[in-house]
C-alpha cells in the first residue's frame, strides 16, 4: 500500500465513497475527532492509480506510555474498506497492515471492519451464516491475528432498510413500538432539527444520561469540536423532542455514503413516560431518508444475545422497529512484539476500570456543579 502524500489528504472521503461499504469512521472529520485525543492518521492506498483503488485504509497511530517506556499502538476504525470477497487484495491488505507494525515498532494493530458474520440471534430461526465472513476469520487466525479482547466499537448492530415506504416501514414495527410513536405525537411531543448553537445543552442531557445508564463519556469540548465538524460538514444532523418548548431528549445521526448511523442519545428524566425516544427515533428515519440514505444504523446489539448482557434491555427497544440483527467480524488484533502485547492486554482491562471509575466520578462533579 501506498501512503497519501499530505496535500491529497483533503480528496480521502472522495476516494471512500467509491467504495459501497465505506464506514464514517475512516473519514476525515472522525480524523480530527480523535486527533483530541493524541492520535495521528495515516492515510493508505493501493490499486493501479487513485482512479482505481482496490483499498484504502486511514491507520491511528499513538504513542504510549508502558512499563516506563514508549510504544506505538496502531488502529483503523471500521477498516480497511475494500471488497472482503477478493481473497488476493485482502491478502496483499493484511500482509501490509503487517509489515505497517513492524515498520512502526507497535504493540500491535487494530481492524474492525463491519465484515458480515451472519445475520439474525443466533440459535434462532432467522440466523444466518455469512461464509466469507467466517473464511476471514480463519484466514487471520492462520496469520497469527487474535479477537481482540478491547472491542472499541459495536460489533452488532440493527440495521433498517429506508429503500421502503413510511407506511411500509410503520407497519412492519412491532405493535408496541407503532403505539408508542403514537402516544408521544399525542400527548404533545414535537421532534426539531436542533441548532449548531445548542450543542451545550446537549452535552448537558448527554452527561446526565451517562451518568443515569452507568457508561463513561468525554469532555464537553472533544463532543463539541467532534458534533461541530461533522455538522459543518453537512455529515451530522440532531434532532431534539420538547414538550411544551421544553427539551427532554435527543439524538444525532451521522450520515455518509448513503448509511444514517445513530451515534449519540440523550434524554432527561422529565416527561419519560411520554416515549419521546420512540418519535425521536421514527422522525430520524424519516429525515435519513430524507438526505438520501438507504440504510438506518441503530449502531450497537448485544456481543451476547440474552439477557447477562448489558445491551440486552437498548436491543429490545431497538428490536421493536424490525430491522435486520447483523453480527460482524469485530475488533482484531496483530501483534509482532507478543511478550509485550500480552502483558499491555493483561493490564488494559485494569487501565480501562480505574479510568472508567475516574471518568464517571468527574462527569458527577460537574452535573452537580452546574
Not at 491507520?59 to 510504544?71: A, D, E, N, P
Not at 416515549?275 to 441503530?298: F, I, V
Not at 436491543?315 to 500480552?342: C, E, I, M
Request: charged share 25%.
Amino acid at each position: 500500500m501506498y501512503q497519501l502524500a499530505s496535500d491529497q489528504v483533503k480528496a480521502w472521503n472522495q476516494y471512500l465513497e467509491t467504495f459501497p461499504n465505506a464506514h464514517v469512521l475512516q473519514t476525515l472529520q472522525w480524523a480530527e475527532a480523535k486527533k483530541q485525543n493524541g492520535w495521528a492518521p495515516l492515510f493508505f492506498w493501493s490499486g493501479k492509480d487513485r482512479s482505481n483503488l482496490d483499498a484504502l485504509v486511514m491507520v491511528m497511530r499513538r504513542q504510549v506510555s508502558f512499563l516506563g517506556l514508549k510504544f506505538t499502538v496502531l488502529y483503523a476504525p471500521k477498516g480497511p474498506t475494500l471488497d472482503w470477497k477478493n481473497a488476493e487484495i485482502v491478502s496483499q491488505t493484511l500482509d501490509s497492515l503487517q509489515a505497517l507494525a513492524r515498520d512502526q515498532k507497535a504493540i500491535f494493530v487494530k481492524i474492525d471492519p463491519d465484515v458480515l458474520l451472519g445475520t439474525g440471534i443466533p440459535g434462532t430461526e432467522e440466523e444466518q451464516p455469512n461464509l466469507d465472513g467466517l473464511a476471514l476469520q480463519e484466514e487471520l487466525t492462520k496469520r497469527g491475528w487474535g479477537f481482540s479482547q478491547d472491542q472499541i466499537q459495536f460489533r452488532n448492530t440493527v440495521l433498517i432498510d429506508l429503500q421502503q415506504s413510511e407506511n411500509v416501514l410503520l407497519a412492519a414495527m412491532k405493535q408496541k413500538t407503532r403505539y408508542n410513536i403514537r402516544l408521544a405525537a399525542r400527548k404533545g411531543v414535537t421532534v426539531r432539527e436542533g441548532r449548531l448553537d445548542e450543542m451545550s445543552m446537549l452535552y448537558g442531557m448527554y452527561a446526565q444520561t451517562a451518568v443515569r445508564d452507568d457508561f463513561v463519556i468525554r469532555h464537553e469540548e472533544y463532543y463539541l469540536n467532534t458534533w461541530r465538524a461533522f455538522m459543518k460538514a453537512g455529515m451530522a444532523k440532531f434532532l431534539v423532542a420538547e414538550v411544551q418548548n421544553e427539551p427532554i431528549a435527543a439524538l444525532i445521526i451521522f450520515h455518509f455514503n448513503g448509511t444514517a448511523r445513530y451515534m449519540y442519545g440523550m434524554s432527561t428524566e422529565q416527561f419519560r413516560e411520554l416515549m419521546p425516544n420512540y418519535l425521536l427515533q421514527w422522525e430520524a428515519m424519516r429525515l435519513s431518508k430524507q438526505q438520501g440514505c438507504h440504510t438506518y444504523d441503530m449502531w450497537g446489539a448485544p456481543d451476547v444475545f440474552d439477557q447477562s448482557d448489558s445491551m440486552w434491555g437498548v436491543f429490545r427497544f431497538k428490536q421493536g422497529f424490525n430491522g435486520t440483527t447483523v453480527r460482524h467480524l469485530g475488533a482484531w488484533d496483530y501483534s509482532p512484539r507478543p511478550l509485550f502485547y500480552t502483558a499491555y492486554t493483561q493490564l488494559l482491562p485494569k487501565l480501562l476500570d480505574l479510568m472508567r471509575r475516574r471518568g464517571k466520578s468527574e462527569t458527577e462533579k460537574k452535573l452537580k456543579q452546574d
